[in-house]
Nanobody
Framework: VQLQASGGGLVQAGGSLRLSCGASGRTFSTLGLGWFRQAPGKAREFVATISTGDIRTLYADSVKGRFTVSRDNAKNTMYLQMNSLKPGDTAVYYC?????????????????WGQGTLVTVSS
C-alpha cells in the first residue's frame, strides 16, 4: 500500500484547509488510518485516527472540535478537515495506515506512511 498526502498550503489564522490521503492497493478499506504532524524542531505527534467498519475516530486534545477525520473507501481516500486553524498548527502533516481494524495514536504501530504535506498558518 502506498499513501500520498496532499492539500497543504499557506492559510491565515482562523481559516480552513482540507488534507487528503490517497492510497493505492485494494486493501485500503481494511486499514486503520491516522494523521500525524511534525512542527519544526519538534517530534512527530498524533493528530487523529479513524477505524474501518464502524468508523470510530479519536483526536488529540489540541485539535478536538476543530479537526474532523473521515474516509471514503470507494475513493481510497482519507481526509482531514481543519477549521479554526492556529499558528500552532503549522507542521508537516503525515498520513499513515496499519493492518488493523482500528487506528492508533502511536506512530510505531503503523505499517505504511505517506510523504508529508506542509501546512503553514500565519498570524
Amino acid at each position: 500500500v502506498q499513501l500520498q498526502a496532499s492539500g497543504g498550503g499557506l492559510v491565515q489564522a482562523g481559516g480552513s484547509l482540507r488534507l487528503s490521503c490517497g492510497a493505492s492497493g485494494r486493501t485500503f478499506s481494511t486499514l486503520g488510518l491516522g494523521w500525524f504532524r511534525q512542527a519544526p524542531g519538534k517530534a512527530r505527534e498524533f493528530v487523529a485516527t479513524i477505524s474501518t467498519g464502524d468508523i470510530r475516530t479519536l483526536y488529540a486534545d489540541s485539535v478536538k472540535g476543530r479537526f474532523t477525520v473521515s474516509r471514503d473507501n470507494a475513493k481510497n481516500t482519507m481526509y482531514l478537515q481543519m477549521n479554526s486553524l492556529k499558528p500552532g498548527d503549522t507542521a508537516v502533516y503525515y498520513c499513515a495506515g496499519r493492518v488493523h481494524r482500528y487506528g492508533s495514536q502511536y506512530e510505531g504501530e503503523y505499517d505504511y506512511w505517506g510523504q508529508g504535506t506542509l501546512v503553514t498558518v500565519s498570524s
